[in-house]
Structure formats: structure tokens, C-alpha cells
């Protein structure tokens, strides 16, 4: 219809329908990340490993619907009375996953290269005090997680 109106494409594209457009982009980003996870879940052989998946899917999948729930209820696609509900499953999610938070972070496989990390891998208070916002090592080494495991209280 826009092109109809004789606009050059290029403006109805990047100014008319860019949000359209990155929007689907997203959409089928998501989509594609799911699918291929729920895949890996279904051929997962590893029990710890598939614990770690069922809850890092859980989690992904009800973070992505309670960011788009006014979407999914002016669409009809969920009820008023399942909307209410995505937000306490989504920090019930949260919660379930904190137990494999250092599985999971221990899997990406970065905390072999120090240096790779940034300043709140470390401490990151001695860091903010010194002057030089270059030096890494000001925060000493890196927050061994395997050792504490768990959350910090808030400050």
C-alpha cells in the first residue's frame, strides 16, 4: 500500500516500515534460536546437561512472552487471566535456573581467558577506586564461582 503511494522504496523501507521490519527480524531470530534449542533438548543425552537446558529454555521462552504480552493480548493470542500469570512464572523461572547459573557460565567457556573478562568479573569496588579505567588488573582475578556459588545480597 505504501509503495502504491508512490514513495521511493527506499523511504517507505527505512521510514515507514524499519520497525515492521526489525521486528519480524527478531521474531524469526527467536524463533530459530528455539527450535534449534528445543532440538539439542530432545537429542540431549546428558542428564545434568539437559536439566541445564530444560531451564535455560524455560526461562528464555517466558522472558520473550512477558516482554511481549501486551502483543499477545491485543492480539488475542492469551488471555487476560494466563497474562497475569507470566510474570510469576517467569520469576519462578529465574529461580528454578539460579542453581545453574555457574554451570551455565562456566559452559560458554570464557573464564579460560582472564583477560577477556571485564572489571564486575572481579572486584569490581577496588576497580572503580583507582584511577586508570584501563587497568583490568586493579580488580584482581577473576571471581571464582565455583567457590561461593551463590548470589550476592543486594548493597
Not at 523501507?13 to 524499519?18: A, F, G, V
Not at 557460565?105 to 572486584?123: H, K, M
Request: charged letters at 20%.
Amino acid at each position: 500500500m505504501i509503495m502504491e503511494e508512490g514513495k521511493p522504496f527506499f523511504d517507505a523501507w527505512m521510514y515507514e516500515l524499519s520497525d515492521e521490519q526489525q521486528a519480524l527480524a527478531t521474531a524469526f531470530g527467536e524463533r530459530y534460536v528455539l527450535e534449534a534449542a528445543l532440538e539439542q533438548y530432545k537429542r540431549c543425552t546428558h542428564t545434568g546437561v539437559k536439566e541445564l537446558l530444560y531451564h535455560a529454555i524455560m526461562l528464555h521462552s517466558l522472558t520473550l512472552v512477558q516482554q511481549h504480552i501486551g502483543w499477545y493480548l491485543t492480539h488475542g493470542i492469551v488471555s487476560v487471566e494466563a497474562a497475569e500469570d507470566v510474570e510469576i512464572a517467569q520469576l519462578a523461572a529465574v529461580k528454578a535456573f539460579v542453581p545453574y547459573m555457574n554451570t551455565a557460565v562456566e559452559g560458554l567457556g570464557l573464564l579460560i581467558f582472564p583477560d577477556y573478562n571485564s572489571p564486575i568479573a572481579r572486584d569490581y569496588v577496588a576497580f572503580n577506586q583507582q584511577d586508570d579505567n584501563e587497568n583490568l588488573h586493579a580488580a584482581g582475578p577473576l571471581f571464582d564461582f565455583r567457590t561461593t556459588g551463590m548470589p550476592r545480597a543486594k548493597l
